[in-house]
Every structure is written in structure tokens, then in C-alpha cells.
T-cell receptor, first 115, second 116 residues
Framework: AQSVAQPEDQVNVAEGNPLTVKCTYS??????LFWYVQYPNRGLQFLLK??????LVKGSYGFEAEFNKSQTSFHLKKPSALVSDSALYFC?????????????FGKGTKLSVKP | DAGVIQSPRHEVTEMGQEVTLRCKPI?????LFWYRQTMMRGLELLIY????????DSGMPEDRFSAKMPNASFSTLKIQPSEPRDSAVYFC??????????????FGPGTRLTVT
């Protein structure tokens, strides 16, 4: 069965420091991996995705994620955090045999960036 | 594009009343998803449609919940009768699926439901 794990409920970072939000997955077949961000009282917004190709994927707002097949991970990173990056981040997975685009979401990681 | 449109944005109702939530997906998208989000349970998939056909409704909590998609541009989620434990934010999302390739889902702003 497919699954996604976000091992940290919360990540605290100082503004200007690099940030990492962790995600590991389990699928049969090749994974399609996604990151979403949710600001307070808003819907989820798509950040970036890995389907195939280069393992380093760049997305919106300066975020990037690295696909690591051997470690089954897809960690979200940003070189220099902003206070405005504070939000809830979700990792999601589907696989190339997945039916009709259904995504499995992780439980979410709350990112808090302090000035 | 206007994005996924949901209405109403807020709904307050009394226990026992019928509630209908509405969603208009992005034009050209052929998959539609209904989610529920609460602090306790996080984000839960309730049901999803592909080409207007319900594919998996295993996430629908009870028979009180029902969803329809009469055409490619409109879907409803109905709760009848509503209960206080149904209070949550309900999201609709849509995506384009071609063959085995799944594209990202785009979420609406959500409907915040409060049942008193």
C-alpha cells in the first residue's frame, strides 16, 4: 500500500537560515511526488512535483526538493527562510499505476520561521 | 483561469439540517476530489470522481454523506442530517489525468462548516 510519512509535526527555523521539511514515501512502482503549502484559512497550494528526470526539482517561492530513490525520500528545502514561509506543508504521493490521480497526503508539518 | 470555486465559503447550521456544499472544478480537469480537514484528523479524502464517475467513496464517513457530479463543471457534497461532529473545513480539488499520468491537484478555498 502507498504511504507518506512526515516525521516532524513542527519545524522551527530562524529567518535567513536554511530549512528542510522531511518526507519519506512507500509505493510500488515509480513514484509521483508533490509538495503543497497551506497558509492559515486557505486551501492547499501546489509548490512543486517530481515525476521523472532531474532529482532536484525547483518550485514556487524559492523552494526545491530532492528525490532520493535509495532513501525513498523527497525532502523540501529552501536556502534562506522567510517569516512569510511560516505555514503548514504537506507531502503527497501517487505512482505510475495510481488510479485517476488520487494522491496520498502526509499529515503535514508546521513550519515556523522566527525573525 | 478562476481556479476551483467553492460555495458557500462559510456555513453555520443547526444539527439535523441538510447541508449542501458546491464545487466548480477548473475547466479541462477530469478528476475531482472532496476532502475534509479538522485539527484532530487532519486532511481526509472523502470521495473522488474521474470523468464524472465516482471512483472511490470509501472515505465517506457515513450514509449521511453523499456526493454527486452531474456534469464536468459541477459537484455537490451533501450532508443529511448534519451533526456537530461534521464541523470541519471541506475542500474540493481538481486535476487532469491522462492515461497513467497524474497531474497536480488544485484546491479550492474551502467551505468552513459549523454545525451547532
Amino acid at each position: 500500500a502507498q504511504s507518506v510519512a512526515q516525521p516532524e509535526d513542527q519545524v522551527n527555523v530562524a529567518e535567513g537560515n536554511p530549512l528542510t521539511v522531511k518526507c519519506t514515501y512507500s509505493v510500488s512502482g515509480n513514484p509521483y511526488l508533490f509538495w503543497y503549502v497551506q497558509y492559515p484559512n486557505r486551501g492547499l497550494q501546489f509548490l512543486l512535483k517530481y515525476i521523472t528526470g532531474d532529482n532536484l526539482v525547483k518550485g514556487s517561492y524559492g523552494f526545491e526538493a530532492e528525490f532520493n530513490k535509495s532513501q525513498t525520500s523527497f525532502h523540501l528545502k529552501k536556502p534562506s527562510a522567510l517569516v512569510s514561509d511560516s505555514a503548514l506543508y504537506f507531502c503527497a504521493v501517487n505512482h505510475d499505476g495510481g488510479s485517476q490521480g488520487n494522491l496520498i497526503f502526509g499529515k503535514g508539518t508546521k513550519l515556523s520561521v522566527k525573525p | 483561469d478562476a481556479g476551483v470555486i467553492q460555495s458557500p465559503r462559510h456555513e453555520v447550521t443547526e444539527m439535523g439540517q441538510e447541508v449542501t456544499l458546491r464545487c466548480k472544478p477548473i475547466s479541462g480537469h477530469n478528476s475531482l476530489f472532496w476532502y475534509r480537514q479538522t485539527m484532530m484528523r487532519g486532511l481526509e479524502l472523502l470521495i473522488y470522481f474521474n470523468n464524472n464517475v465516482p471512483i472511490d467513496d470509501s472515505g465517506m464517513p457515513e450514509d449521511r454523506f453523499s456526493a454527486k457530479m452531474p456534469n464536468a463543471s459541477f459537484s455537490t457534497l451533501k450532508i443529511q442530517p448534519s451533526e456537530p461532529r461534521d464541523s470541519a473545513v471541506y475542500f474540493c480539488a481538481s486535476s487532469k489525468v491522462t492515461g497513467v499520468i497524474s497531474y497536480e491537484q488544485y484546491f479550492g478555498p474551502g467551505t468552513r462548516l459549523t454545525v451547532t
